[in-house]
């Protein structure tokens, strides 16, 4: 191809990264060293690197740090194990009725957040089914307290966006050659034998992908904690997210808010980046 068929073809997506990645990034990280307000971005001061050592000396920052880490390493895991048994499920099922299911389980995920979200705190607050039942079940009514409300917040995640590995480990288990599997029937493998030796190996590159996807998220997770909380401090539910929104319009300090905001991409790429290098590693040694 030449090059100026290729830089035709990647023109686009190019511009699109340059206007809305880079040149955001390069003016909050010119923004974060100026104190202003929404009531003062005419008179900006520069203050250096004092918003960053205010960050780091924040308690309330960590705490909202040690919270988004901890959903992480709840709902990641969780996720991807609830969407690999629904899947497993999912393709023992006719195809005659696989779409029904499908569309059945991908009901929460393609429904907007704030919506999602609205539908799940109204199931569980007073006059819910979910605290109905809980009450039912149990005797004593649902107190909202800090812990119901953390746990709310991680069985939505959950309930949300399971259906997403569900739809990418389904799809993965259609390329899996029905051969191999054939074979290692043949062989006297039972399905658990299968399933580690066959199964995994084959959707090992997505799950790699569906993780980094999942963290992604979790990372800039907002509007459950938006919706759930109320924005409630008592609760001390925010996430990095939350707490950022909070610096920039509660605290009214948005040059910190950039600070935070840039923090929090560095952070997410430090995160991410075990599973983008394992990723690299694997498609090198498959070539």
Do not use: C
């Not at 990280?29 to 971005?41: C, D, I, P, R, V």
């Not at 390329?175 to 066959?198: F, H, N, T």
């Not at 990372?219 to 909070?246: E, L, S």
Request: charged fraction near 15%; proline fraction near 5%.
């Amino acid at each position: 191809m030449k090059r100026r068929h290729f830089l035709t073809f990647i023109a686009p997506s190019m511009i699109s990264l340059v206007t809305f990645t880079i040149v955001p990034l390069v003016v909050a990280a010119w923004l974060s060293f100026q104190s202003f307000g929404y009531w003062t971005m005419d008179a900006r001061v520069f203050v250096g690197l004092r918003n960053y050592a205010e960050i780091m000396a924040d308690p309330s920052f960590w705490q909202a740090v040690g919270w988004t880490l901890l959903i992480m390493a709840i709902v990641t895991p969780t996720e991807m194990f609830l969407g690999f048994v629904i899947a497993l499920l999912l393709d023992q099922v006719s195809k005659r009725h696989r779409g029904i299911f499908l569309a059945l389980a991908l009901t929460t995920y393609v429904s907007v957040p704030v919506v999602a979200s609205y539908m799940f705190k109204g199931m569980f607050f007073p006059g819910g089914l979910g605290s109905w039942l809980i009450q039912l079940v149990t005797g004593k009514r649902l107190i909202i307290d800090k812990f119901t409300i953390k746990s709310l917040i991680i069985l939505y995640q959950i309930w949300r966006d399971t259906p997403f590995p569900t739809l990418v480990f389904f799809a993965g288990l259609q390329s899996l050659p029905e051969e191999l599997l054939d074979a290692a029937a043949i062989d006297g493998a039972g399905r658990l034998k299968q399933l580690r030796y066959i199964t995994l190996p084959h959707l090992a590159p997505l799950l790699m992908l569906v993780a980094m996807i999942v963290l992604g998220a979790l990372f800039g997770m907002f509007d459950p904690i938006f919706v759930i909380t109320g924005m409630n401090p008592v609760y001390h539910a925010d996430t990095i997210m939350a707490y950022n929104w909070r610096t920039a319009t509660q605290f009214d300090q948005l040059g910190k808010a950039n600070a935070m905001a840039l923090l929090s991409v560095m952070g997410s790429m430090v995160l991410l980046f075990p599973f983008l290098h394992r990723t690299w590693v694997s498609q090198t040694e498959e070539r």
